[in-house]
């Protein structure tokens, strides 16, 4: 008798078709994953790391040094204290001096560690001590000195009051930006501390004003301050390390105390803290995940759910308001943002109706209303530019006037560095707030 074959499916087709089903089941029933943030390309300090810090050495510095007990003085202490410590764990440590003398030639020296307390002290900047020659600073230095392997990553931090003219100003901005761009995982950082003066003011822009004096004596300092800058150019856990141990000094203020960041990709982009608020909503609430039919859900990817909030809400709810918070923002002034410097990120539905944007100081605090019925998921993206405005126009001192308190030309160059580095690739924003809700 002539054999068949054995068939290839079983013998009872229910039996198979049930498989199938469950099969099909198992798989639908998978959560469509759902993305904030894009990895970083690093999450931790290098283990080889280099620190150099400079200190601009001009004339213009002298001021800070002048006033007693000031915080520029307590900033060189904290500094210095902080990174001997290891707050930055670093294989090395280098402080510098930079300038170039009347001859225009390169005048940068090494610094020891007690020769860079001494930019305490008014005698590092007025000409008055031999071992610290007449400089003024082409800030373009502090990415060229110190000895740096070609495979070790680099911390460097400029200590100054940004004051040389429009043009070097320009150079360090493109110089900033290729070190971004050539090094992932690399951000830069502004940070500004309002400190006493007691000295000259000198423009930034030749021939714009007169030198002339300025003392914050008997003023309240949180106002009347002259600020001074750190300029953080590395690896982005180290910069955000040292920002952190400033942030948490006592003087260390929204009136006194600001920080911008520059950065490619997501790197140094803020998101939210996992939940939400609501003086209105009575049908609202938080959920891990939400369903889209009968067998279809999306919820947060892997190591996200803390930078996303999921909401399942009702009709009642549809013109409830609903408050989302950024985290903690170290150097965060006060004050409210345009709702147009929010936009949705590619992919992205916009279904939130975004009524505020506030800064409270400490974080960024957006107010919603729920639109759209269905499921949504919405990623917000705020403008890094839209913070850099309201981060430093009441230090900014526009055009010819003189100001003690405010920094000629200083949205110029905060400005121009975020061109410089939207121009090398896609700019960080400088904070994400990923929401997703079914109604």
Not at 211 to 221: E, G, I, R
Not at 324 to 336: H, N, R
Request: aromatic share 8%; hydrophobic share 40%; proline share 6%.
């Amino acid at each position: 008798m002539k054999q068949f074959p054995k068939p290839l499916w079983p013998r009872k087709p229910t039996r198979w078709a049930g498989l199938l089903l469950l099969a099909f089941g198992l798989s639908a029933c998978r959560p469509t994953p759902l993305t904030c943030l894009e990895e970083s390309a690093a999450t931790a300090v290098p283990e080889n790391l280099s620190i150099i810090v400079s200190v601009d050495g001009s004339g213009s510095m002298a001021g800070y040094a002048n006033a007693r007990n000031s915080r520029y003085q307590a900033s060189i202490t904290a500094l210095s204290v902080s990174l001997q410590n290891q707050v930055v764990p670093h294989d090395s440590l280098e402080y510098w001096r930079i300038g170039v003398d009347e001859a225009g030639q390169n005048a940068s020296q090494r610094l020891s560690d007690s020769q860079f307390l001494a930019a305490q002290q008014s005698r590092f900047y007025d000409c008055s001590s031999d071992q610290f020659p007449c400089v003024t600073s082409p800030l373009i230095q502090f990415l060229e000195v110190g000895a740096v392997a070609e495979d070790q990553a680099v911390l460097r931090v400029l200590v100054t009051d940004l004051e040389p003219d429009g043009l070097a100003l320009g150079r360090l901005s493109g110089q900033i930006s290729r070190q971004l761009s050539e090094n992932p995982g690399y951000e830069a950082a502004l940070v500004g501390i309002r400190s006493e003066f007691e000295g000259r003011v000198f423009p930034n822009v030749p021939g714009s004003f007169e030198p002339f004096p300025y003392s914050t004596a008997n003023q309240p300092v949180d106002e009347a301050g002259r600020p001074f800058f750190m300029l953080l150019v590395g690896p982005s856990q180290a910069v955000r390390q040292l920002i952190d141990g400033f942030s948490s000094l006592e003087t260390a203020t929204a009136d006194t105390f600001r920080v911008s960041k520059f950065g490619l990709g997501t790197t140094t982009t803020t998101t939210l803290t996992p939940t939400f608020s609501s003086a209105d909503a009575t049908c609202t609430s938080q959920v891990y995940a939400l369903n889209r039919g009968w067998a279809s859900r999306i919820s947060p990817a892997d190591g996200q759910a803390d930078q996303w909030v999921l909401l399942r809400s009702c009709g009642r709810d549809a013109g409830a308001t609903l408050t989302f918070e950024s985290q903690l923002i170290p150097g965060l002034a006060v004050g409210e943002l345009p709702v147009s410097g929010l936009t949705a990120a590619e992919g992205s539905s916009a279904a939130l109706n975004i009524t505020e944007v506030i800064s409270d100081g400490e974080r960024i605090r957006l107010q919603a209303r729920l639109t759209a019925t269905g499921v949504h998921a919405q990623r917000l993206n705020l403008r890094p530019e839209v913070l850099d405005l309201l981060q430093w126009q009441d230090w900014n001192l526009q055009g010819m006037g003189q100001s003690g308190n405010q920094i000629q030309n200083l949205l110029l160059f905060v400005g121009g560095l975020r061109q410089a580095v939207m121009a090398t690739g896609e700019a960080a924003p400088a904070a994400r707030f990923c929401i997703a809700y079914q109604r």
